[in-house]
Each structure stands twice: as C-alpha cells, then as structure tokens.
C-alpha cells in the first residue's frame, strides 16, 4: 500500500471476531521475523505485519528524513486507518520494540495492550545519545560496505557474537534466520540505522512515567543489559510488569518461541 512517503509491504490476516496483534520486527528482520511464534497464536488472533523502512520490500518513496522513528510511526497509524483498524495490541521487538513504545505513548488510544521485547525507551541524556549516534555511523559503514553476500554473512556473523545475544548461534534454525537476515539491502539497512538507532530516537523516559496503557516488558536471562533497562522501565512506569525468559539472550522470540507464546498470551487475555 502507498501511503504518501512509503510504499508499505504488510499482511493481514483476519481471524473473525478475534483480536489483532500488529508485529513490528527488529533491526535486519523482516515481514516474517514472527513466523514462527504466529503459527501458535493465529487460532486466538487475528495479525498484521509489515516490513519496516529500510527492511524487506517496503520502499522509502522520498528523503532520507523518512527512515526516522517520527514518521514511521505517523505511517503505521496511517496505514491501521486506511485498514479500518480502530485499537488493536501491539508486539514490538528491539527496534520494533522501540517504535511500539514510541506508537504508545504518542498514540494511547489505538492500543488495548502492548507487549515489548528486549526493548528500550531510548538513551536519557544527550551526551549519551551523541555517543551512541558516533557508534552507529560506523557499524552503518560496514554495513554498507557489506555488497557482496558473503561480505554481508560475515557481518551478520560479528553482529550475533555481541553477548547480549547470549547462545543464539548454537540454535538449530540459526542458519535459516541468518538466511533471512540476508534477504534485505545492506544500503537501506545503513539508513535503518543512521536515521532509526537509539541514539537519533527521541528519549521516551520522562513521557513513559505518564503512560496508562498496560505493558509487558519481556528480556532474556542472558541479556544483562536489557534486564537493567526494563527494569529501571518498571520504576519510571507502574503499569509496566517485566518477565525474563529463561534460555534466551536478546532474540526471545526466537530462542524460545513456546515460552515467548504462553507469556503473550497470558498477558493479552488477561483481565486488565
């Protein structure tokens, strides 16, 4: 679907009288990075997913301003009005996971509940998203150096060595998540993330105190850092419970589908 700036590539899919859960995948990921989790929720949901700017097959139809968080999530609401998507829950993770945060606490009331895995609110000061702007530029020039796929493969390979990823390597479908991984242009992905990063993210702190929508904060038990910033989430915010997920780093949903599913689940039928 055009929607002004964006050429957006989503799937909807209707479950009659069931919820609908939006998936917003995270950095690299695709239209399918829930694929697996979905298979056991789409008897209980209905879904919508989409590829994200600079992922996948959705097309950035004007300037590189459009890759920023701001009117990512302007087209998002955009595109859940031209569907007649009046509230809905929403799923976001790490990237996505910020973006859904962002959709949240800008647009409160299109959103029943929303779960957000090993996500962040954002850097709190400046000086620390400076700092964290000049790391992305150069993990963004590699990426874009990365033409050839197995210039771009050994990339991949560095990426998932960070230790908040934890064991990710050893799972058996690991090949096949890469695989998908490769599917998307280093060039867009460089955009991604100089323009979509935490550093360039607006800090979504201080508006998070004020948030009255119920949130699910899910981290791995091998993502220590992640742990740390949901944590601190449940101080700053009294409608936000966090769940670690044992026999996961970063890619919960991933690692441990099963579990990643019951905890959903028992989160969005729960009374609130």
Known sequence: ?????????YCL?????KPLIVFLHGFMGNINEFDEAIKFLAEDFSYLILDLPGHGKTEVLRGDEYYKMEPIAQAIINLLDELKID???LIGYSMGGRLALYLTLYF?????????????PGLATGAERLERVKRDAQIARKINRSLIKTDFAAFLSNWYNQPIFGYIKNHPEYDRMIENRLQNNPQELDKSLRFMGTGCQPSLWEKLRDNKIYILLLAGEYDEKFIYIN??????CKFAQLRIIRNA??????????VFVENIKSFLSAAS
């Open 1 to 9: 679907m055009t929607l002004k700036k964006y050429k957006l590539n």
């Open 13 to 17: 899919n209707v479950n009659t009288n």
């Open 87 to 89: 509230k809905c829950h």
């Open 108 to 120: 409160p009331e299109r959103f029943i509940k929303v779960a957000l895995e090993s996500a962040s």
């Open 231 to 236: 944590t601190e989430m449940t101080k700053v």
């Open 249 to 258: 780093g970063h890619n919960i949903h991933f690692e441990n589908t099963l």
